[in-house]
């Protein structure tokens, strides 16, 4: 999954042990100080803590803000971490999706059964012999 197409996978600000990922606007990804909660109400909802630092996010060298890719700005553990927790939360949603399809299709093949049930059994009497 490419980092543009992640974004569907978190809501708002999240925070994972020391790594916070705020998705408003794109995806932005923070380290803030160890033992830290994150606390809330920066610029476009980024963390405040004293000490944070974004990890990823646009790219501070582009001069049109509207037109800048998101790039990792610093490199370190972070990622992998961030990687694994879209990974998890994309075989999560993809569990879903599935188990959501399994349970239609049962919807469905019962529906079917008890459809097939019921013109098998036409002209029968209550006691299983057809009727006049």
Known sequence: MKMNECGSLFSGIEQFGQLVVNQRHGISVYVIPAGES??????????????????????????????????WLHKGPWQGDFIRIVEARAAKRELDRVTTELAEAERTLENEVQTRKVLLSYGKGTDGHETD
């Open 38 to 71: 994150v606390m809330k109400n920066g610029r476009q909802n980024a963390p405040v803590n004293k000490g944070t630092v974004m990890v990823y996010g646009k790219d501070p060298n582009e001069p049109d803000h509207r037109k800048a890719c998101c790039i």
